[in-house]
């Protein structure tokens, strides 16, 4: 694979079964370094089973999820480290990581994947500083010295608190809670939520930011702003989006490839605009078999 | 706003209605509870005596109540409802902020006031079942507290470690002649190790599973202390439990004896007025820890554990080890509350380690509100200090006959102040939730939006 150097998460023949269903059957894909990859298709196509996959809450029934840090050439170390059965294998420079191997914790904790959920998934009795220090948990821990130091109240800890503050801070800043920063999580308003999620998640440092249909139910401004901030998160922090979405604007509009899955099958990989032209997907999102898609697009105005 | 406006009259015949629906019910339910009592005759039968006096008078009074309610009450409930919630008035914020200087300062000078009014005799009794009994539930509401609280995990079988620490001291005590110091720590030890134990098997049930496998795990302690017979004498108990030493003093008569030492006439108060210090000090320790670990990430994870576990995990949070240390944190406190009843009675058996001692820990933290270490201290000294003070009433026998006995009422009364909380309070009586950190103001959460946990 030539063009492979910037390839950060490489799917390769995922399949997930729950008994006897196959929720999602043999998909590969690769997402890259720096781009916004979309993963699209109708309800029930397989989408966040792909996503619980990648983020190690589900276990796949096959398949392989690997991602990469750091150094492209650790992309080398891929059949090796698949074969001696190790989850993950790191060296100056670069590292990689099978993600279906890892628990949920692991995946965010050392391989830097970080998610957001479908239903918003606060902690709504918590204020939205208290949500953005527990996202930062397993550093303060360190400081902490796994809480013995910080039971002593030695300096070190409240160093570290002073700098996680500061960083939720600074996200607070970007997606503009700073002046709610002591409200309680629940209390806010949904855009403000979904807001609060992307800024959480990123509190733990990922190289790679799942979301899981961030625009859902935000009204065409609020929307809007999302893509601004997504955007802004790839462009400053050099950060790599996976993205769930329904909103086409959205999906059309920010990212850089687009991987569409229907029945758990994929049935495109590429461009946004070569997307939005294949009759294929067209097909899917209208329910109608491919022959008769010129058809039902000519009734429809498209 | 007038009284009437539609949906604001009084409607008699309504609630004439209502109190006779009550008076009945009352009936139904009194008739056996208190219309018959059986007795043993001279003769040694059990014979069925009726009360219809004393039936009536219940159903009577509640009736009445019932009517007075609707009357009176309900109105007046609905008027306040309509008008606009004013601010906390002055005096309260004021009294908000010193009532913890002030709650400290009287359980620090609470041996000196009872000794000052009580006199010398009759203040082991006022410092010992009140001061030190209080303050052992206290601790151990404190130490469930984390457990319950802050972690959300219901644990129906907390009093497993209470007695885990407890037999911890009374048989190295015994055996091994260690102090109460050395104890001390190394019961907290064993009874965290021993929650630990707990934790593993029960990591992966939620809820209702939790607690009925808590609940097994605290009979299974008690059942293996009955009948483990070699180790701990059964039913028995063991007896002559070492007494804690004044740092190797001990609180005898002899001449050693921590009365001779520093001169003064021999009285059992001393010794008493040294526990009362020790858990006094136990509790504020377990409160300082508790409070600090709040603001620690370990505490914190514990709340968003409680939140929403899904969310933990995918912040990178280990919620196996998370739940683990809520456990062994509060089976530690319970361990040294155990080590320190054992030193205190000098005698333990498994009586002491029913189901009901962790039911009654249990409603402490929920009658207290869960997560608040005010609201459990009050609870905790409205639940115990209450029974207590239920053996003081003396003067309820002028009114109702010699052979009345209050303590009798004790689950009655419970049950209706646990009633008349669970409806004015339902999240018990502190229920908002204190920030852990704050970046300009600080704001009490409310308890609709705090979780309960779900296990």
Redesign the interface.
């Known amino acids: 694979m030539a063009a492979g150097d910037d390839i950060l998460l490489r799917v390769e023949h995922l399949t997930m079964r729950f008994g006897g269903l196959v929720a999602v059957d043999d998909v590969s894909f690769t997402a890259r370094q720096g781009h916004i990859t979309a993963l699209i298709g109708p309800n029930g196509a397989g989408k966040t089973t792909v996503f619980n996959c990648i983020?190690g809450?589900y276990r796949p029934s096959e398949g392989r999820i690997a991602l990469r840090h750091g150094d492209a050439t650790a992309w080398e170390w891929l059949e090796p480290l698949t074969n001696c059965g190790e989850r993950n294998f790191a060296r100056t420079g670069g590292a990689l990581y099978l993600l279906e191997r890892m628990p949920?914790?692991?995946?965010?904790?050392q391989a830097r994947v970080?998610?957001?959920?479908q239903n918003i998934?606060?902690?709504?009795?918590?204020?939205v500083?208290?949500n953005l220090?527990?996202?930062?948990?397993?550093r303060?821990?360190l400081a902490?010295g796994?809480?013995l130091f910080?039971?002593l109240?030695l300096p070190s800890?409240a160093v570290a608190?002073r700098t996680a503050?500061e960083r939720a801070?600074a996200w607070l800043d970007r997606v503009d809670l700073?002046a709610r920063?002591?409200?309680?999580a629940?209390?806010l308003p949904y855009g403000a939520q979904r807001r609060l999620e992307i800024a959480?998640?990123m509190c733990?440092d990922p190289v790679l930011l799942c979301l899981d249909e961030p625009a859902a139910g935000l009204n065409p401004r609020e929307s809007s702003e999302l893509n601004q901030l997504l955007l802004a998160i790839r462009e400053q922090e050099g950060i790599s989006i996976l993205l769930i979405e329904h909103d086409m604007s959205v999906v059309m509009e920010i990212s850089d490839h687009v991987v569409v899955l229907d029945y758990g099958v994929k049935i495109a990989d590429g461009a946004p605009a070569a997307i939005r032209d294949n009759p294929k997907v067209i097909a899917a999102y209208l329910g109608v078999p491919d022959k008769d898609v010129a058809t039902v697009e000519a009734e429809v105005g498209l | 706003m007038g009284g009437d406006a539609p949906g604001m009259r009084v409607d008699t015949v309504r609630a004439l209605r209502d109190a006779g629906i009550t008076a009945l019910l009352a009936f139904g339910l009194f008739l056996p509870l208190v219309g018959f009592q059986t007795v043993t005759d001279v003769r040694n039968d059990l014979i069925l005596v009726t009360r219809w006096p004393l039936l009536l008078g219940v159903v009577a009074v509640v009736g009445a109540g019932r009517l007075v309610y609707s009357l009176a009450v309900e109105p007046w409930l609905r008027q306040r409802a309509l008008l606009p919630a004013l601010p906390a008035p002055a005096w309260r914020v004021k009294a908000g902020k010193w009532f913890l200087p002030f709650a400290i300062g009287f359980v620090v000078a609470y041996p000196a006031i009872v000794l000052a009014t009580a006199g010398f005799g009759r203040a082991v009794k006022w410092i010992d079942n009140f001061g030190i009994q209080i303050l052992i539930y206290v601790m151990l509401g404190w130490g469930l507290n984390i457990v319950v609280g802050l972690a959300g995990l219901l644990d129906l079988g907390y009093v497993a470690f209470y007695a885990v620490g407890a037999y911890s001291y009374a048989l190295l005590a015994k055996t091994f002649g260690f102090s109460f110091w050395i104890l001390l720590p190394l019961a907290g030890i064993l009874a965290s190790f021993w929650g630990v134990l707990l934790g593993f098997p029960v990591l992966r049930l939620r809820g209702d599973y939790l607690a009925i496998v808590t609940l097994a795990f605290g009979e299974i302690i008690r059942i293996v202390l009955i009948n483990w017979v070699d180790l701990t004498n059964g039913y028995a108990g063991i007896t002559g439990v070492p007494r804690p030493t004044f740092f190797g003093i001990p609180f005898n008569a002899e001449d050693d004896g921590f009365a001779a030492v520093f001169g003064l006439e021999f009285s059992p108060i001393y010794r008493t007025i040294f526990l009362y210090y020790l858990i006094l000090a136990l509790a504020l320790l377990t409160a300082f820890v508790t409070v600090r670990l709040r603001r620690l990430p370990v505490g914190r994870a514990w709340e968003a554990l409680r939140e929403d576990e899904i969310a933990c995990r995918s912040l990178g949070i280990n919620t196996t080890n998370t739940k683990l240390t809520a456990f062994a944190m509060g089976a530690m406190f319970a361990g040294f509350a155990g080590s320190f009843f054992a030193a205190r009675q000098g005698f333990i058996s498994p009586d002491s380690f029913t189901f009901l001692e962790s039911a009654t820990i249990l409603s402490i933290v929920v009658l207290g509100g869960m997560g608040s270490q005010i609201g459990v201290a009050i609870a905790a000294i409205a639940m115990i200090g209450g029974t207590e003070i239920m053996r003081e009433l003396d003067f309820l026998k002028l009114i109702f006959g010699s052979t009345f006995d209050p303590t009798q009422y004790r689950m009655l009364l419970f049950g209706l102040a646990m009633v008349l909380i669970m409806i004015w309070r339902p999240r018990g009586l502190i229920s908002t939730r204190e920030p852990s950190v704050v970046l300009k103001e600080r704001k009490m959460i409310g308890a609709d939006l705090i979780k309960e946990g779900h296990g």
């Open positions: 983020t809450f949920e914790y692991l995946v965010t904790q970080a998610r957001t959920f998934r606060l902690f709504p009795g918590m204020t500083l208290e220090l527990v996202a930062q948990h397993n303060l821990m902490s796994y809480t910080g039971i109240g800890y608190e503050i801070k700073t920063a002591d409200d309680a629940g209390d959480r998640a733990t």
